[in-house]
């Protein structure tokens, strides 16, 4: 793809908690010797009763366990909250930006927070509920969501949370999938200016329950809604009711700490448990290094709170590290394509964390959005979410970063509580479209894609798999341990299988080539859709391209890329032209598309993931069976592409 290398500079390195020689250190220390290595980094959280046992696991099929500080006791919120108020208690915890730029943003104290979490947690004992009770949160982006979060976790509670986009039905399904005895959720909420009825859904997602479920209702907007005939409640009434003194639960290591599903790329979501113990330090440390977080510094994630990237590096990563985290209720493009750029300059924001598909979009409308504000106290950018095309990823150093701040790509999925794969920012030089190295603890192996065998030859290309657990890897799916052996242990024994294709180059990097499903296998020659999106998205007039495989006579396979073009680019015969020999120069002549449709839009799940396994039905002309597409972000995108594939 790309052979450009970035080193940091060297002022960067000077200041940087890892450097190349210590993650050398480091890493080595952490494979050799895991038990020492981890006994002392499972310090970083605290204990009530310290682990005696650092690490039982079996990867065997059939007999899958995962278990890390498995005798020790803690509580999660208060490594989140109260052990920082001695050092730090009038220091922002929480800087809450709203929808509209012109409300007031809010800074929360790791003091108020202590009295926020305290007090909700109060309210969620006198409403019934007790450790072990699973609590759905369905509540858009204000402190609220994160007070929730931490009361659960303060009083033993597993929450659940689902996105506020989701419909009522992928709302219902999720509150019966876990047996909630309680809904968290708010009146109704601005996003880009439009308002979700979040209750009415609730309403709608509990028509025909049958257990009782509890309904605490946020104040957001203010707006008239509609309360069920028993069950709801008000929290600012119902805080009337309680003090603010909550001692924290005493927790199992491995006791749950959240259930919370995958984003349905693929297929069903997965109902992903992870726990208390292993799960924060995970968050804690890889917030903490491949960030290069630096005490006092402002860290903002763009991700919701719904997604696994919000769970852990926007409240439990950041919180357990007592970090100053921003939230931000609103969206990329309202009230225009700036406003990352001004939130990132009103609150001198130092860690920045987005996805590709937002800078993607971003890099569609021009320059000038990010050129009008003073980004000067940016030092790390980082993605997560997709590869990252390396057009894209040069547009977020250059005009972004203005070459000056490196870029953390990590990979890593809902299944691993964090990052995997990622440079640390003081240690790896980059390279535009690879995520790099493997994090500390972290041995990653690429594998033969057909007979399983590990590939030891430093330059490797065939599926992503983990050699060994990490303790931040979730231990089961909810109800379904069966369910978690067959999906990630059952097709390459002895191994936690990721799902994702990947190569190694000669320098050792990992590139992810997307997921295995998604490889195309054309005239008898392996590639993965990322690298020919990539290409097409280099061309100066393609905004976003998917690719995925469909039946071809002669080449097993042929190459259907789904193209969006350039705000102000039409389409034509001779631009479809000029992008197939584009492709063929880029990469070579098996590259070249087959066939080329012209996509207003594509179909992403709610975190802005392309849904190739829809595409490829299209592509297909087999429209009846698309699968699970209650995570669609815009089902109306679907319609519009059979549309005119119907019409080619
Ligand atoms: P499902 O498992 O339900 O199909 P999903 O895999 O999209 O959905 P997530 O856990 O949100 O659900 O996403 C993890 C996946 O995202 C990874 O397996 C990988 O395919 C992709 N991914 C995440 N980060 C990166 C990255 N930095 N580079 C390449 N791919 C990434
Ligand atoms: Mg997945």
Redesign the pocket.
Known sequence: MSDKIYPPSKEFVAGAHVDADRYEDLYAASINDPEAFWAEHGKRVDWMKPFTKVKNVDFTFGNVSIKWFEDGTLNVAANCIDRHLETRGDQTAIIWEPDEPGDAARHITYRELHENVCKMSNVLKNLGVKKGDRVVIYLPMIPEAAYAMLACARIGAIHSIVFAGFSPDALGARINGCDARLVITADSAPRGGRMTKLKDNVNQALLHDVNDVKCLVVQRSGDQIAWRSEGDYWLHEELEKVDSDCPPEEMNAEDPLFILY??????Q??GVVHTQGGYLVWAAMTHELTFDYHRGDVFWCTADVG??TGHSYIVYGPLANGATTLMFEGVPTYPDAGRFWAVCEKHKVNQFYTAPTAIRALMGQGNDFVEKYDLSDIKVLG??????NPEAWNWYNEVVGKGNCPIV???????TGGHLITPLPGAIATKPGS?TKPFIGVQPVVLETESGKEITTTEASGVLALKDSWPGQMRTVWGDHDRFQATYFQQYKGYYF???GCRRDADGYYW?T??VDDVINVSGHRMGTAEVESALVAHSKVAEAAVVGYPHDIKGQGIYAYVTLMTGEEPSDELRKELEAWVRAEIGPIAKPDLIQWAPGLPK?R?G?IMRRILRKIAENDYGSLGDTSTLADPSVVDDLIENRRNR
């Open positions: 995958t984003s349905g790329s693929t297929g979501p997965k997604w696994v993605t997560v979410g997709e590869p990252i790509d990590t990979f890593w999925q809902t299944e995520a990721t799902g994702d992810i997307g997921r799940t975190s993931k």
